[in-house]
């Protein structure tokens, strides 16, 4: 199995600044790494696949990088809708999809 | 676009069998190429994929619940379902049904609590 790791637990910024979320799998996945984002109460929503393709109406402002077995979403400039946690997900080892245990992102 | 709804008990009593419906809108559950998914979430924690199954009826489950799970798919009824039998009070959780065509879960349900107890 195909270990995901999330760090750190929790991200602790201001509006307006950026964020980097990392993800890292335990074995060589090439691009196949999801991003999704989770808000209280909420289903998580996908937001990156393919590591670095956003998904259909995500803004600009998420990033995705990395291949093999390091990972980043980036948040450019965090609005307050931003705040939520983050999960990653690898989808190499079909179909033992695994996902990280998530990143809270949080206001400073 | 694909919809889908969750439907079940949200109380089950421990040994028993925890029944769900994902019911899809929007599209239909013969067509590819979706595997029609459900993934838990226990209170306050990640995402743990469950299993699925295929447009084509083909099932796959998460190894750890492997012998207590089944997936079953109702083409008439435009619905897929969950059945995890002997529950305990680790079964507690928030069940979502999603879909999966490419090995990213792109469409989600907006999740059902199921607490175990008696």
């Known amino acids: 199995e195909k270990v995901v790791t999330q760090s750190p637990a929790t991200l602790s910024v201001s509006p307006g600044e950026r964020a980097t979320l990392s993800c890292r799998v335990s074995q060589g996945v090439s691009n196949n790494l999801a991003w999704y984002q989770q808000k209280p109460g909420q289903a998580p929503r996908l937001l990156i696949y393919?590591?670095?393709t956003r998904a259909t109406g995500i803004p600009a402002r998420f990033s995705g990088s990395g291949s093999g077995t390091e990972f980043s979403l980036t948040i450019s400039s965090l609005q307050s809708e931003d705040f939520a946690v983050y999960y990653c997900q690898q989808y190499a080892n079909w179909p033992l999809w695994t996902f990280g245990q998530g990143t809270k992102v949080e206001i400073k | 676009q694909v919809q889908l709804q969750e439907s079940g008990p949200g109380l089950v009593k421990p040994s028993q069998t925890l029944s769900l419906t994902c019911t899809v809108s929007?599209?239909?559950?013969?067509?590819?190429?979706?595997?029609w998914s459900w993934i838990r979430q226990h209170p306050g924690k990640g995402l743990e994929w469950i299993g699925h199954i295929s447009y084509s009826g083909s099932t796959f489950y998460n190894w750890p619940l492997r012998g207590r799970v089944a997936i079953s798919i109702d083409t008439s009824k435009n619905h897929f379902s969950l059945e995890l039998s002997s529950v305990t009070a680790a079964d507690t959780a928030v069940y979502y049904c999603?879909?999966?065509?490419?090995?990213?879960?792109?469409?989600w349900g907006q999740g059902t609590l199921v607490t175990v107890s008696s």
């Open positions: 929007g599209g239909s559950v013969n067509s590819g190429p979706f595997y």
């Open positions: 393919g590591a670095s």
């Open positions: 999603a879909t999966n065509a490419y090995g990213f879960f792109d469409r």
